[in-house]
T-cell receptor, first 115, second 119 residues
Framework: DSGVTQTPKHLITATGQRVTLRCSPRSGDLSVYWYQQSLDQGLQFLIHYYNGEERAKGNILERFSAQQFPDLHSELNLSSLELGDSALYFC??????????????FGPGTRLLVL | AQKITQTQPGMFVQEKEAVTLDCTYDTSDQSYGLFWYKQPSSGEMIFLIYQGSYDEQNATEGRYSLNFQKARKSANLVISASQLGDSAMYFCAMREANAGGTSYGKLTFGQGTILTVHP
């Protein structure tokens, strides 16, 4: 158990809908990262928050947004869902945000299926 | 160009034998970190081992060791005494720092290698 929690574990929804994925980092970790894993794109970095502030953006679609709250949990909002958004979405956390050696610990993931 | 290349889509190994999973990387940064993660069929991502670009010694964590050859830009994972529970997908990943030393934070992953351990 990495100490990172994600809910829900599974999500089935229809095209055009909006969903929210939730992540709680390990105790003491200030950074939260979101990644998407799909068969065709592999593991892709979406966005990074540190202590409530956005720090870096990757290949995140405009239909997707995220935030990190004062209690450090984070939410990833996916809207106007398309079939291609079906993927495994991971949240990871680390202590800080500046050192290349900081290990990112991953949550169990949310498996999203868009029908 | 691919930042992280894992050239072995699948590998097979006999139980109790050692296996090496290849990883090459591409970066112009002097400071970077290399990570290996394991993803079993259940889907979670499990951190295995870390190697820093300035580390002089190869990293080791139990049965896992990293064969780090900086000049060749390779960071191969060696699993000794393979166990049936080692059957999983293995990912190599890199975290870079820019010239100013501020890390962008993200991990860049390779495509992964599926390891199957035979009894």
């Amino acid at each position: 158990d990495s100490g990172v929690t994600q809910t829900p574990k599974h999500l089935i929804t229809a095209t055009g809908q909006r969903v929210t994925l939730r992540c709680s980092p390990r105790s003491g970790d200030l950074s939260v990262y979101w990644y998407q894993q799909s068969l065709d794109q592999g593991l892709q970095f979406l966005i990074h928050y540190y202590n409530g502030e956005e720090r870096a953006k990757g290949n995140i679609l405009e239909r997707f947004s995220a935030q990190q709250f004062p209690d450090l949990h984070s939410e990833l909002n996916l809207s106007s869902l398309e079939l291609g958004d079906s993927a495994l979405y991971f949240c990871a956390s680390s202590v800080g945000n500046r050192l290349t050696k900081e290990t990112q610990y991953f949550g169990p993931g949310t498996r999203l299926l868009v029908l | 160009a691919q930042k992280i290349t894992q050239t072995q889509p699948g590998m097979f190994v006999q139980e109790k034998e050692a296996v090496t999973l290849d990883c090459t990387y591409d970066t112009s940064d002097q400071s970077y970190g290399l990570f290996w993660y394991k993803q079993p069929s259940s889907g979670e991502m499990i951190f295995l081992i870390y190697q820093g670009s300035y580390d002089e010694q190869n990293a080791t964590e139990g049965r896992y060791s990293l064969n780090f050859q900086k000049a060749r830009k390779s960071a191969n994972l060696v699993i000794s005494a393979s166990q049936l529970g080692d059957s999983a997908m293995y990912f190599c990943a890199m975290r870079e720092a820019n010239a100013g030393g501020t890390s962008y934070g993200k991990l860049t992953f390779g495509q992964g290698t599926i390891l199957t351990v035979h009894p």
